[in-house]
């Protein structure tokens, strides 16, 4: 209710579901508000939708297919991209489904229980439609369900888009409340790309919250600007923005509208701007999605675009991320020649350069004032005669400059803030920094752990040859380390020493067989230099199978043989980079030294081993390369092989609030992990935990309670991660007992109250070493931790009534029973599917406290003995499984003679046997279906009209043809 009033109070018109029903001709299955879309697209398109097209109109839209590319396709039919011929212009023409520019011409309007039949009929929360077609979806959960938003993410990503396509085609983003607000796209079942919606920078308060994300004119940006369509790999990827990504490029965006609106007397300064966007929090496609909007700015009336990168590999890359992202007219810049022949010609598009190509380019090419420059990493390209030949030749230009790191306290740092951030206080025009990222779940926290000294480069020779040269030079930049470490001949002699090499190797190979393989992850190795790195791998193939590791690096044609072993084509590098990312496929390992260190996502790299002298903005953006989610990852490691972290403060010398929870010494994890296991021994100390058979009906009563069963799933969650860190340090050999009783308790809360988690996806399952461990422990000391399942059986009402524990733990186990006994028999006993529902629905009104634990125990032993009752009528029936499963639903609506009518309903079904996957089909087999039952109906009517007493509400015959054609569908679906 708190919802839809905030709705309303922000425009959105409420519409309740008699009156959508009404507006839909009764159907289900139809997906638009037909008056209003009619209207509508009369109204936003006059000269080419009419009152005698329009169904035409509707009806091609309704084709577009069920998919992600009917999705996209639906999308590009939103912003107006698509043509419609037109009888009276004789031509194509765009047309108009929503008016972005005005947004007041748009009608907006919503209801809730939207119910959809395609392959299943499920009903919906909230649908949200603009001018009668739904964009955006709702599901509203009860803050006391665990894991709220992951089960709407679920029933979102995978029920809806599998059951409900039809209507999943439309709908282009979606949100989960639960007094906070989730939200994503579509058609992308990563939880990667589910966000917390943030208003003000806080995400909790309802209202604010519902106001922003579902503000109407905000809406309509996220459909216009912000879902996006990306292809990688030779797939397509959808998402939608995360908040910081929106909020810089909406100032990027008013900063130049708002600059060139008075651009005569605007001062230099007001032209420019810094954004920081921590390593991987998706500053690339923040930068692409502000170019596509400044494109289109009125106010700068057809603009140029620049994007300045560094290096030839984040060139070629910027070029693929802009042809995956559809952005149009793109030029690279292929030499000094060609950037400056486009910018003297005036050209109007996006040029994507190299900084060096702008080197002693004439000034004042161009003195446009509607130019702008975006520049990648500005921290280490804007110091020098580059940068200066740059501004020289474009004096009127915009430049934002982005950084993936926190600008440092040297003088580095105090020239970006100089060159960037005037306009800004804080120097930045928008800040998204590690903590933050890492709150939000957009990057993992950093672990880091020094090597024993005797593998560690000596502190002395550190010092001389590294820090103080470093220092002194001012490196940003990878390539600057890399000159600076060419002369550094005693410090490369100490780190490829063969003794050296060979010890590292071995520490390296143990390291990840024990601690980095069971968890199914993969590794980098950051060598000094390249011919480091084939040494590397030479000693490496010692301790592991050769196919473990590759080398990649540029090659040179006056490589040494030992060297050009590893030399490898652009296809085989693009092979190598593709199989690193999946987890099953080799290698495991990548030993590098420049290349991949910017730039290169793979999120199942988990952990590096650094045996490269590195600082400040190199260090951040290479061991950034671990900070990736992925499935079951809550943080990555970096093994120091030099000794950098010996001092922190020296290695990275930023702000330590700016990195304070992204980068944390390993020991700190192991004060962590003996406090986290207290907390979980106090959680637990009032239950009898001794190993009796009662031992779970005991934890089951304990943690009945939602709250207090979340917050120890919670803290168990905490303590699982980082014992999964730490393991198999020899630390943890004192708290392994007390560790795996609290395991043992979390699986038995785990098993009885979230029984479908698995199917749902709800991800609690035990982690890998945590698993293993529990395994061989069992092994080794048997614990029985399961209450005996209850059999649905003649005497299960005697059976759960002399059992000797609390009704909270009879009706948990009687709603397991009676789901896994439901799971064994529906193949063959098909009618357990409705009954199974209807279990779901008691549990369900439990969880919201509609009814008591007493009521829940009565209603779910009812549908036990119902379950019994029909196995024992089935076993004397003389109808087959099919026959008798419609029969039962049949029995239950109080049909007359329902045997005959079940045949009856079975021949229907049988002579149209495509039904379920075919729309056509389905209409038919309704029709004759009510043909064959509305008669039945008309005697149930008249009984139920001289009974007037009535213990449940009555079936319509649209309810019962619904339930038979659910029921049918699920069993073909299985089949």
Known sequence: DALVNYLIGIGWEYLPPDEITNMRNGDEREPFLQPIAREQLIALSPSLVTPENVDDVLRRLRGVHPSIAG??????????????????????????????????RNRFTFTQEFTFEDRDRRRTDMILFVNGFPVALIENKSPTVPE?????????????????????????????CNARLHYGATWNDSLKAFYRWKADGKDYGLEALSKTLFDREHLLRLLRDYVIFFRADDQTHKFVLRPHQIRAAERI???????????????????????????????????????????????????????????????????????????????????????????????????????????????????????????????????????????????????????GTPVDRGKIGRG????????????????????ESIEDGTTVPLYYTLTPTELRLDRETLEDEFFRVVEEAGVASIEELNRLLDKADKLKAVLKAPDRVDKIAAHIAQHYQENVEPLGFKAFVVAVDREACALYKQALDRYLPPEYSRVVYTAYHKDRDLMRQHHMDDAEEKRVRKAFRAPEEMPKILIVTE????????????????????????????????????????????????????????????????????????????????NLLLAAQAAVASINLSGDPGRPARIIDHFFDTERRESFVELFKDLQTAYEILSPDPFLRDYL???????????????????????????????????????????????????????????????????????????????????????????????????????????????????????????????????????????????????????????????????????????????HPGWPYNAGLERKVRAELYKLLLPSYKIVREKRSEKRAETRRPSTLKETVDSLLRMQRTVAYAA
């Open 71 to 104: 999705n996209e396709e639906f999308l590009h039919y939103l912003r107006g991209h698509k043509t419609v011929y037109s009888k009276v212009l004789k031509c194509e023409r765009n047309l108009t489904l929503i008016d972005f520019e005005e947004p007041a």
């Open 148 to 176: 709220a938003e992951l089960e709407a993410f679920d029933q979102v990503q995978h029920i809806y888009t599998e059951r409900i396509p039809e209507l999943l085609k439309f709908v282009q983003v979606f949100a989960a």
């Open 253 to 403: 965006v008013r900063r130049v509208q708002k600059t060139s609106e008075v651009s005569e007397t605007s001062e230099v300064w007001h032209r420019t701007g810094l954004i920081w966007h921590t390593q991987g929090s998706g500053k690339t496609l923040t930068m692409i999605v502000a170019a596509h909007q400044l494109r289109r700015l009125s106010a700068l009336e057809n603009p140029t675009l620049l994007v300045v990168v560094d290096r030839r590999g984040l060139e070629t890359q910027m070029v693929q991320n802009l042809e995956a992202f559809g952005f149009p007219a793109v030029e690279r810049a292929r030499s000094k020649r060609h950037l400056r022949e486009l910018l003297a010609s005036d050209y109007r598009g996006l040029i994507v350069t190299l900084i060096h190509k702008f080197d002693r380019i004439p000034k004042d090419l161009s003195h446009r004032r509607n130019v702008v420059v975006l520049i990648d990493e500005a921290h280490r390209s804007q110091e020098g005669d580059l940068a200066i030949y740059m501004r020289a030749a474009l004096p009127n230009a915009f430049y934002f400059g982005f950084t």
């Open 416 to 435: 970006t803030f100089e060159t960037f951030g005037k306009p800004d206080p804080s120097g930045y025009q928008d800040k998204y920094g590690i903590d």
């Open 595 to 674: 290349k991949l260190l910017t730039g290169y996502d793979a999120p199942v790299l988990y952990v590096m081993y650094l045996d490269k002298p590195l600082k400040d903005h190199t260090l951040l953006q290479a061991i950034a390369r671990v900070n990736r989610p992925y499935l079951d990852k809550g943080s990555g490691l970096v093994v120091d092989y030099i000794g950098v972290f010996e001092d922190l403060q020296r290695a990275l010398a930023f702000d330590t609030a700016t990195i304070s929870k992204g980068l944390i010494d390993l020991e700190k994890l192991k004060e962590r992990f003996a």
């Open 737 to 911: 007992d007390d560790y795996i009783l609290i395991v043992q308790v979390y699986q038995v809360v785990y098993n009885y109250f979230n029984p479908e988690a698995e199917k749902r996806r709800l991800q609690r399952e035990l982690l890998r070493k945590t698993d293993a461990l529990i395994r061989e422990n069992v092994e080794v000391s048997p614990v029985v931790d399961a209450l005996p399942l209850y059999p649905i059986n003649r005497d299960i009402a005697n059976v759960v009534k002399a059992d000797n524990i609390s009704d909270r733990v009879r009706v948990t186990n009687l709603y397991r029973s009676l789901m896994v006994h439901i799971e064994q028999h529906q193949h063959e006993q098909p009618y357990l599917i409705s009954i199974g529902e209807r279990v779901e629905e008691v549990i369900q009104r439990l969880k919201d406290r509609q009814i008591s634990v007493q009521a829940a125990l009565e209603q779910l032993g009812d549908l036990a003995e119902e379950a019994v009752t029909a196995e024992a009528q089935q076993a004397e029936s003389d109808l087959s499984s099919g026959e008798f499963a419609l029969y039962w639903v049949l029995k239950g609506q109080g049909v007359v003679s329902p045997d005959t009518t079940a045949r009856a309903v079975h021949r229907v079904l049988a002579e």
